[in-house]
């Protein structure tokens, strides 16, 4: 179904739905977020004349208003995904609608895919609503039985209004001036502002200052509920509420007259190189611009500020990027597995990215979540977990171990904003995880210092909500038995996180994935080296492909199970294939030893192949004027008779699978005689025409033989010799049975060329006359006869008598 903003498909299209199943047949409505499952649970209840938690029920991560006499559910989505793996046919219920589809989130994108292959199998009925998506795609998706339903119009209407210019002054202060400006020109109702962030948020409200009798409310997801709703409650004193995109969909906040739009979004995007997710300040796409648009004109004609320009209003992408497009989709492909698919097999709506899959099921690999055989049975554990499977393996660790408090409270500290503020106290001791964890605790006390407060109540809720979860599900044992109980919990959920210094001194590490990370200056946990990175941030948009460490637990090496073994590797100081014992963990070497086990020459030669190719080869392989000849005259030869199928050997890394064999190092390859390599590539047929079509060298008229200089870039053999070592030679002379002209370079006494020609003939009837005369000029003292026919060549230059 596709309608416009505020044409009422949340509120609406639910209970029409549930009316005309009759009986007690059920509803399921997937929102994109927590905000709007309850308030558009609520507004369906007002409107049904019915309790909340009676026929309609909402199911959020942290609420939950249903009974068994909920017959219209709204819930989020990831809460869906969990619900079919403990029920694949979705028993007593009649229809799914996939509201807000445009959002493309993760777990919708599967959610829609996991329920149509339900809907194959029974009678369960789909119905997916937006307002700005392509129905194209989905009902291709969905098959032949699909079909779509448009409805048109709004309730009122809204205008819209652009920058006359743009400008530089901070966007915050733009949008408090704004907001100034449009309560003077709208004398009645409400004004919803759109924020990039919690930052944005606070930034704006301090630019805003008192305004009078209109109260100023945030509304975010990390504020408790009864904020939000407080923020959006029905209100005669005017309102001015500052959101982000929370409120971009499926929330009706009666009494808006006024949109300020800034424009602007926080974006997470997975960067694969560096196994971190970055939060990117974005431009937002058209749909987002018509979905913050529409919040208005829902009770009253509207307006629609929108903080940018008309010209750039033209240059917006016409839809946002989809999250299978830009997250981590670890949690997606255990949710795939669980299913009983494996994920690269899966028939998602719409493809991830090459390399990012892959990158998920190694995690998950690590984890102990799958093997050859699919999922194991921690990884079914952590499918029943509505959390990331890192934080879910942690937890499962930690309830084996007794240490579930505290694990979970570093799993909240790893996923939300720092509690640190300017003010808090640090032991000598501390690293940044145990300055936190007391932190927490003097929280619980009321005597934490030097915190930030909003940021403290969101890592309490999350961490109560972990244990309550982790309280559902037996434990599961964890690696590192020599490690603190607190510290092998950790490990079991970031075991590609342990990470070594690089040198001595310094800020940057090598992480066990073999990702590079850099220690911030103000962590706790300088100096070490050795450490457990919790969380990392991806950095600026742009900066080179290394994450920062945000929250870091110091190491010691003996607590980690490491493997030992001998290992041959090119080592790039000494340029050498060298024998190693070391102390592996994932790609961290914590200790090297020189290996005394005898090398396989096949493998040195390998690793030295390799390493050459990757090095500049021409630096590596330094051709004598031998090896350079017989290149030549392959290339020469190739081109002409390509029947005797001679090896394309113009690029010099072809050579060395030959040459790197008996060899150790790039100097053994620099002294390395590259001709009988070279000579041992060809076959005894094609080295007997070799030597008769294009030999090495010719005998001249002198009697002396000259070395043919011959050239790979398909240009002609050349014969350089002194003019009076070709008297009589009257016609150029020819190779490969006189298919081929040489190139004859006739030279004066000084060895430099007096003519080049590849018509000898010509050269002595019409050209010899005017060069003759030019040679007795120079060289008075040698013979320069009229008739080079007649002459007798000769090796030595013949004085002129």
Not at 91 to 99: E, N, P, R, S
Not at 298 to 305: D, E, M, S, W, Y
Not at 382 to 406: D, E, I, T, W, Y
Not at 462 to 479: N, T
Request: aromatic share 4%; glycine share 8%.
């Amino acid at each position: 179904m596709v309608a416009p903003p505020g044409s009422g498909k949340t509120t609406r299209v639910p209970p029409a739905l549930l009316d005309g199943l009759g009986g007690d047949g059920k509803i399921i409505v997937l929102q994109p977020r927590r905000v709007a499952a309850r308030l558009a649970a609520r507004r369906i209840a007002e409107e049904r004349g019915c309790r909340l938690g009676g026929e309609v029920g909402y199911r959020t991560r942290f609420e939950t208003k249903a009974s068994a006499a909920t017959r219209i559910e709204l819930m989020t989505e990831g809460l869906l995904l969990r619900r079919l793996q403990a029920d694949p046919f979705l028993d007593g219920v009649d229809v799914v609608v996939l509201d807000e589809l445009h959002e493309r989130s993760l777990d919708l994108d599967l959610a829609l895919a996991l329920l149509r292959e339900v809907q194959a199998a029974g009678d369960l009925k789909l119905v997916a609503m937006s307002a700005t998506l392509d129905p194209g795609p989905v009902m291709e998706f969905l098959g032949p039985g699909c079909a779509l339903i448009e409805a048109s119009g709004r309730t009122f209407p809204v205008e819209l209004e652009f920058l006359p210019r743009s400008s530089e002054r901070p966007m915050e202060e733009q949008v408090a001036s704004a907001v100034r400006r449009l309560l003077a020109d709208e004398p009645e109702g409400h004004q919803l502002v759109f924020l990039p962030s919690v930052a944005s948020i606070e930034k704006t409200r301090r630019a805003l200052g008192d305004l009078g009798g209109v109260g100023v409310f945030p509304l975010h997801g990390s504020l408790p509920g009864k904020e939000q709703d407080a923020a959006l409650a029905p209100s005669r004193r005017r309102k001015v509420v500052l959101a982000t995109n929370i409120a971009e969909t499926s929330v009706t906040f009666d009494g808006v007259r006024v949109v300020i739009d800034s424009g602007m979004a926080v974006v997470p995007r997975f960067d694969a190189a560096m196994g971190t997710t970055r939060l990117q300040r974005e431009r937002i796409a058209r749909d987002s611009a018509d979905q913050r648009a529409g919040r208005a004109g829902r009770t009253a004609p509207g307006r629609c500020l929108r903080m940018w320009t008309e010209a750039e209003d033209r240059q917006l992408a016409s839809a946002s990027t989809p999250a299978v497009r830009r997250t981590d989709l670890t949690s997606a492909a255990l949710q795939i597995l669980a299913w009983g698919v494996a994920p690269d097999a899966f028939g998602w709506f719409e493809r991830p990215p090459p390399g990012t899959l892959e990158q998920a099921t190694t995690l998950l690999r690590d984890l102990g979540a799958m093997d050859d055989g699919g999922l194991t049975a921690i990884g079914r554990q952590l499918a029943a977990l509505p959390v990331h499977p890192r934080l879910g393996r942690v937890l499962l660790a930690a309830r084996s171990l007794h240490v579930l408090a505290s694990a979970a409270t570093a799993a909240a500290l790893s996923e939300g904003r720092d509690i640190v503020g300017r003010d808090a106290p640090a032991a000598p001791d501390d690293d940044d995880l145990s300055m936190r964890l007391r932190l927490v605790a003097d929280a619980e006390f009321g005597r934490a210092r030097g915190v930030r407060g909003g940021a403290m109540r969101e890592v309490r809720q999350v961490r109560d909500q972990l244990i309550r979860l982790a309280e559902r599900v037996d434990g599961a044992d964890a690696p590192h038995p020599r490690a603190p109980a607190l510290v092998r919990a950790l490990l079991a959920g970031f075991p590609d996180r342990v990470g070594l210094r690089r040198s001595a001194t310094g800020d940057r590490y090598q992480l066990a994935s073999g990702q590079g990370a850099r220690l911030g200056r103000e962590s706790a946990t300088q100096g070490e080296r050795m450490l457990l990175a919790l969380a990392l941030d991806g950095g600026r948009k742009g900066a080179r492909s290394e994450a920062w460490i945000r929250l870091a637990v110091a190491l010691d090496p003996e607590w980690l199970d490491t493997s030992v073994a001998d290992e041959l590797v090119f080592d790039g100081d000494k340029q050498a294939v060298v024998a190693r014992r070391v102390r592996r963990l994932g790609a961290l070497v914590l200790e090297e030893k020189p290996g005394r086990h005898k090398a396989d020459p096949l493998l040195v030669a390998a690793l030295l192949e390799e390493a050459a190719r990757s090095a500049d080869v021409s630096s590596v392989l330094q051709l004598d004027p031998d090896a350079q000849g017989l290149l030549g005259r392959i290339a020469t030869l190739r081109a002409v008779r390509p029947e005797l199928d001679l090896p394309d050997l113009s690029d010099p890394a072809s050579l060395l699978p030959a040459l790197c064999v008996g060899k150790r190092s790039f100097a053994d390859l620099r002294r390395a005689k590259a001709a009988p390599a070279i000579s041992a590539a060809l076959t005894w047929q094609q080295r007997a025409a070799l030597d008769a079509d294009v030999p090495e060298r010719m005998r001249i008229p002198s009697g002396s033989t000259v070395r043919i200089q011959y050239a790979t870039d398909g240009s002609p053999p050349v014969l350089a010799a002194r003019i009076q070592q070709l008297f009589g030679m009257m016609q150029t002379p020819r190779l490969v049975g006189g298919k081929l002209p040489m190139l004859v370079h006739l030279l004066a006494p000084n060895n430099r060329p007096a003519q080049v020609t590849q018509d000898l003939g010509s050269f002595w009837t019409n050209t010899w006359p005017e060069v003759r005369k030019d040679l007795r000029g120079r060289y008075p003292k040698h013979s320069w006869p009229e008739d080079p026919s007649d002459a007798v060549p000769t090796d030595r230059a013949r004085r002129r008598r």
